[in-house]
């Protein structure tokens, strides 16, 4: 059992890697399904939980960075107690979605406190230190690898119960929290991107992006076409004004 | 604080044109922008929320960046304005790397490089999400699972071959087909480098007007009682002023507050605070 557990773990480590990095997709229940079936010998019940799984994680893909209940652990777990427990595939929903939601919370939490980490790299690219960029990604890709590990090694070893009781050890409020702060955060992101780009003459563009998705909720391609259009009014008007190539200078008459 | 220096350091404006060595002989080869299409597979390595793919975006473009830059300080330039915010989708990423390669390589105005960026990111990021999330996976999973549901694990096999075809014919193609794209459209931008720049500006600020209403996310669940009434300070108030306020107003505040040379850690450290106290399951309900 243990090494079934270790190997399955390794899997889920894997498998987490991918989801977000490399992106083959192996780390989709059809795949994670026939492996676990594979290290626990039972590659036929393996496959059918792991397509049963497949179904329900299809329409929950990541849009516009929102995250979905964690696709690989949901996957893992599920398919390896269905096998453990012979169990009917479908329970397999039941037990694998509670892991799959506590997982994608830590992943927002790990992807919240990992931003610090920014500015550590800030000072890398500063002193042009390539070598400084590659290990923080190579420090992102680490703590994932152990993390999924963990998840999936000990509902596996420990059985469904117990794991849960130690996934559920962080108050609920702080998760959230973090959770909320997640979301502001792109807002240092941007207003870091304003502080070199906005300059007075662009601030009339920036509220009609902003405009356009609140009132319009028009997708970011059709804005971008908008702001195309704009560029090439201006581009074109300036080079019939010959004097008009001095940059942002002033329309006449406004 | 040391790391308040060097905030302030970067608010030095260097002239965007400015290359201590502006040789532009060097040429990407293939093997060089193939090289970097394998790491962009690490793109999302180190994502976090506050600048999304940033670091990882820097570390697929790093080999063609030391090869362009021999001068060190160059070469500092070039990837601190690569670290700034980056989120696009990574199927359609090595366009934009192809693109931005060649501007590099062209030792083009850093301006013009980072609103193209920030233009391209946004709109293909939407694509991304409904080409490969919406459509090839479920069409390659319905293959899949099929065979699957009846036990043949060759259901994984197919599901896999079938999604990697397209998967790696893109990002090698859309490196290639970018970075040409790039080089011609260099070639026949005759015009002053500024005018480019300043529209291109145009479109990257739009962008940025955008991703800040669908990005940056906030909104209060406080509910005001007066007497028998009550009141919803988000639906009933503020989304009638307008949607996305509280969004903007923070983007802005941060804005504000990195113009006045509060570090960004600080920043995050704010945000992380008002995350957990808007969470406190105080008597009256929680903050947001």
């Given at each position: 059992m243990l090494l079934a557990a270790l190997l399955i773990a390794i899997w889920a480590g894997i498998a987490g890697l991918d989801m977000f990095n490399?992106?083959?997709?192996?780390?989709r229940p059809i795949v994670t399904g026939v492996i676990v079936g594979l290290i626990l010998g039972d590659l036929k019940t393996g496959a059918m939980t792991g397509a049963a799984l497949e179904l329900v994680w299809a329409g929950m893909v990541p849009l516009a960075g929102a995250q979905p209940p964690n696709v690989v652990i949901g996957g893992i777990i599920g398919t390896a107690f269905v096998i453990l427990t012979h169990?009917?595939?479908?329970v397999a929903i039941g037990i694998a979605v509670p892991f799959a939601v506590a997982v994608q919370a830590c992943i927002t939490l790990f992807f919240t406190v990992f931003s610090p980490v920014m500015h550590k790299a800030d000072r890398f690219a500063e002193e042009a230190n390539t070598k400084g960029i590659e290990r923080i990604n190579y420090l992102g890709l680490t703590i994932l690898f152990i993390f999924y590990f963990i998840i999936a090694f000990l509902p596996i070893y420990f059985g469904a119960d117990s794991a849960k009781a130690i996934v559920e050890v962080l108050p609920q409020w702080i998760i959230d929290g973090l959770g909320v702060a997640g979301g502001m955060m792109a807002g240092i992101g941007f207003a870091m991107l304003l502080k070199i780009m906005l300059k007075k003459n662009y601030v009339a563009f920036f509220i009609i992006g902003f405009i356009l998705v609140t009132?319009?909720?028009?997708?970011i391609l059709a804005v971008a076409l908008i702001g195309l259009a704009f560029a090439l009014y201006d581009y074109f008007k300036t080079s019939s004004d010959?004097?008009?190539?001095?940059?942002?200078?002033p329309k006449r008459g406004i | 604080m040391e790391s308040n220096e060097k905030v302030i350091n970067q608010n030095?404006?260097?002239?965007?044109?400015?290359?201590v060595d502006p040789s532009t002989e060097t040429t990407l080869t293939k093997k060089d922008l193939n090289k970097m299409v394998w790491r962009?597979?690490?793109?999302?390595?180190?994502?976090?929320?506050?600048?999304?793919q940033a670091a990882g975006w820097l570390y697929s473009l790093i080999p063609g960046l030391k090869k362009i830059h021999k001068n060190k300080q160059d070469l500092s330039e070039s990837m601190k304005s690569h670290m700034e915010f980056f989120n696009t989708h990574p199927f359609l990423v090595t366009f934009i790397m192809g693109v931005v390669l060649a501007m590099e390589e062209k030792k083009q105005n850093r301006n013009t490089i980072r609103s193209l960026r920030v233009a391209m990111m946004g709109p293909l990021g939407g694509i991304g999400d409904a080409l490969f999330w919406l459509t090839l996976l479920p069409i390659c999973i319905g293959i899949g699972a099929s065979l699957g549901s009846?036990?043949?694990?060759m259901g994984a096999v197919i599901f896999l071959v079938l999604f990697n075809i397209v998967h790696f014919a893109l990002i090698f193609g859309l490196m290639n087909y970018g970075y040409n794209t790039g080089t011609n459209a260099i070639g026949k931008l005759k015009e002053s480098t500024k005018k480019v720049s300043h529209a291109a500006s145009i479109v990257g600020l739009t962008v940025v007007g955008a991703l800040v209403a669908s990005f940056v996310k906030l909104n209060t669940s406080i509910v005001i009682h007066a007497g028998a009434a009550k009141v919803?300070?988000?639906?009933?108030?503020l989304d009638k002023i307008m949607p996305n306020i509280l969004p903007l107003a923070y983007t802005l505040l941060m804005y504000y507050l990195l113009k006045k040379g509060l570090s960004p850690i600080i920043l995050i450290i704010i945000t992380v605070i008002i995350g957990i106290i808007g969470k406190i399951p105080f008597p009256f309900g929680t903050i947001f």
């Open positions: 490399g992106l083959l997709h192996i780390h169990q009917d595939p479908k009132y319009g909720h028009l997708p010959s004097d008009g190539v001095r940059r942002g200078a | 030095v404006e260097v002239n965007p044109d400015y290359y962009s597979l690490l793109l999302q390595a180190s994502f976090n929320y506050e600048r999304m009846d036990g043949n694990p919803a300070l988000e639906k009933d108030l």
